[in-house]
């Protein structure tokens, strides 16, 4: 319960940070929510960094500002790079690609979420 308390509260004050638009916080708390899953996952005897997620996160914070975390469901799922420098978070995802790790690119989309009805929904 400790363990998720303090993720708890490390997402809670990255939400926060996205609010007031502090990219430095953000990337802090990121950072601090990936130690804090290396804790949960040390406590709880589950591999959420993976032998991969270990090499890509050597690999990613090789790069000034660049904060790697798995993400989804951990041990060897996916996971996310961030950074402010798009020229660091562009060095950090060619050389992760040279080592042989995919890259998803995502994007916000400018619509946003949509919900529609089907037709039996409607009636």
């Known amino acids: 319960r400790t363990r998720m ?20 916080g953000f990337l802090h708390d990121a950072r601090a929510y ?8 040390a406590a709880s005897g ?8 270990e090499a890509i996160g050597a690999i990613a914070h090789a790069f ?3 904060v790697y975390k798995p993400c989804g469901a951990g041990g060897g799922d996916v996971g996310v790079v961030f950074a402010m420098n798009p ?16 890259n998803v690119p995502l994007a916000v989309d400018p619509t946003g979420l949509r919900l529609t009805l089907s037709e039996s929904e409607e009636a």
């Not at 990936?34 to 996952?41: I, K, T």
């Open 34 to 41: 990936a130690q804090d899953l290396r804790a949960l996952g």
């Open 64 to 66: 000034e500002g660049v």
């Open 46 to 53: 589950v591999s959420i960094w993976s032998a991969e997620h």
């Open 87 to 102: 020229d660091s978070l562009a060095a950090a995802v060619a050389a992760l690609a040279a080592s042989g790790f995919a």
């Open 5 to 24: 308390d303090a993720l708890t509260a490390t997402a809670q004050a990255a939400v926060a940070a996205l609010e007031q638009a502090d990219c430095t």
